[in-house]
């Protein structure tokens, strides 16, 4: 392969393992490549390239050693909103341009263990509470796929990063569809495990029942490679992949019966089941019964939003001077929030896991087909589409990503893949969900489904060769933000042992 920068992690690994590349110059070459993307798609939030090829060099040491870990030499990015000790935490905010954590989150952690490289940290919306990637903090992170067009959110940077082949592997975080958005947006893989699977503590004190960090990649293999190093260990062993997809039974639904969805995704969705059909003998077809689950999400997430805002135990929120309007309208808008609409919301959060493990059941199924979002990537000057398979998407609860919050009120494992392209030339997404508990299972469905997509794009077109394209600009803080970096420069290879 001439270009391995541009590889899965799979690829890379196995090239690295056999001596066709080094860690230092995959590395070098991935922080090379960053140099040319990043003024123009704006995905990185902090470079970390001077300890980045610090620690590939203590890699390829490994390499030689036979000490290597499963993911040793790898370039690897984390989402700007998770602790990293010793670097700055903005969490997409001016808020926060001080805040500099003294501990590094337990997923990071498990990355560094099994030998990855941290290189880069990727851009999020102010407090990652959007559906897109726009903050004061760096401006707006652009979609490799049409400049014009917003990558999703929160975990853009991610999604961006990797579709412009920049690093193999990103750590997202997801408390209301933040890998899978971005992931359906960009073309590539995001699996949003079941809830506290991968550990994401110390870290902000927000959505503490809602968010699941998981991997953003280019192939289910490569998610699954991250998802292992990362997650508790299984209490009980887990059957083989050929053992669980034995005899399954699949539900599949192209709108849960209440989400808008676009005509021509509707129909790429129809089209995929009737591909699938002899491979999986047991798709029903069927919805839930239940209507969009977004006012309770948006109940849940602005309150505990509007409690946190004082916690100064984790330096979260209390300046508010430096936030956006986006991010001040959701906190206020959690202000208003009565206690009786919280614990109402509670309550039904509480029952959404068991209305669908009883509607599954019912059928004797264990996962959960659908579109991963309804739309294509909108323009990016918006928080959200106008409108979506002709239905209006307004005020104040903007409904466009309702296929989404229950899989984050329930804990359900959810992985999106790319099913194809859209009428408008854009990446559309296909969701694959289980139960709490079933995520080796969804990412054995997802791999299975990938092979028969067969998705041709693992870099955006117009980033698959060299780039020359107008550079964006970002924020003077990044200036400020890579001057410590410069100054402090902590190991992040301390941690790297396999």
Aim: charged content about 20%; hydrophobic content about 40%.
């Amino acid at each position: 392969m001439s270009d391995w920068v541009t590889a899965t992690a799979s690829e890379q690994l196995s090239a690295l393992h056999a001596g066709k590349i080094s860690s230092v110059e995959l590395v070098s070459k991935t922080i090379e490549r960053s140099q040319s993307v990043d003024p123009v798609v704006n995905p990185i939030a902090l470079e970390l390239y001077e300890p980045a090829l610090e620690a590939a060099r203590k890699a390829d040491q490994h390499f030689v050693d036979g000490t290597a870990g499963a993911l040793c030499g790898l370039p690897v990015s984390v989402k700007d909103s998770q602790w990293l000790a010793n670097y700055p935490c903005m969490n997409g905010s001016l808020s926060l341009s001080e805040f500099i954590p003294e501990q590094t989150c337990q997923a990071i952690e498990r990355l560094q263990n099994a030998g990855a490289v941290i290189f880069a940290k990727t851009t999020c919306p102010e407090y990652s509470l959007s559906g897109t990637t726009n903050s004061l903090a760096y401006g707006a992170t652009l979609n490799p796929w049409d400049l014009t067009r917003t990558p999703g959110g929160s975990s853009g940077g991610a999604a961006a990063a990797i579709a412009a082949g920049l690093g193999s592997l990103s750590l997202g975080g997801d408390g209301g569809g933040s890998i899978r958005i971005p992931s359906a947006f960009c073309g590539i893989v995001g699996f949003k495990p079941s809830f506290g699977v991968v550990p994401r503590s110390p870290g902000f004190s927000t959505w503490e029942s809602l968010v699941a960090y998981g991997p953003m990649c280019r192939s289910v293999a490569d998610a699954r490679l991250m998802f292992e190093v990362m997650a508790n260990p299984q209490s009980s062993p887990v059957p083989s992949g050929e053992t669980r997809l034995s005899g399954l039974k699949i539900m599949v639904s192209e709108d849960l019966g209440f989400a808008p969805v676009d005509q021509d995704i509707r129909q790429l969705f129809r089209k995929l089941v009737a591909d699938i059909e002899h491979v999986f003998p047991g798709l029903q077809h069927g919805n839930p019964g239940l209507k969009s689950s977004v006012k309770t999400w948006a109940t849940l997430a602005t309150s505990d939003m509007w409690q946190k805002k004082g916690d100064n135990s984790s330096n979260s929120y209390a300046d508010s001077e430096g936030m956006g309007y986006y991010a001040k309208g959701f906190i206020e808008f959690g202000r208003r929030i009565k206690q009786e609409d919280i614990v109402r919301a509670n309550r039904k959060a509480a029952s959404v896991g068991n209305l669908y493990r009883d509607w599954l059941n019912r059928h004797d199924a264990q996962i959960l087909i659908t579109p991963t979002l309804g739309s294509e990537a909108f323009s990016n000057d918006l928080v959200a589409p106008a409108f979506i398979g002709g239905h209006a998407i307004t005020y104040p609860w903007l409904d466009w990503a309702g296929l989404l919050y229950d899989a984050n009120l329930a804990g359900f494992p959810a992985c999106s893949i790319p099913m194809g392209v859209g009428d408008e030339g854009l990446p559309v997404g296909l969701q694959i969900q289980g139960l709490p508990g079933t995520d080796q299972l969804v990412l054995d469905v997802a791999e299975q489904l990938e092979r028969i997509i067969s998705w041709q794009h693992k870099i955006a077109p117009d980033f698959a060769g060299d780039i020359h394209m107008p550079a964006t600009l970002k924020s003077d803080r990044h200036a400020h933000l890579q001057e410590h970096v410069t100054d402090s420069v902590p190991s992040l290879s301390e941690s790297a042992a396999p």
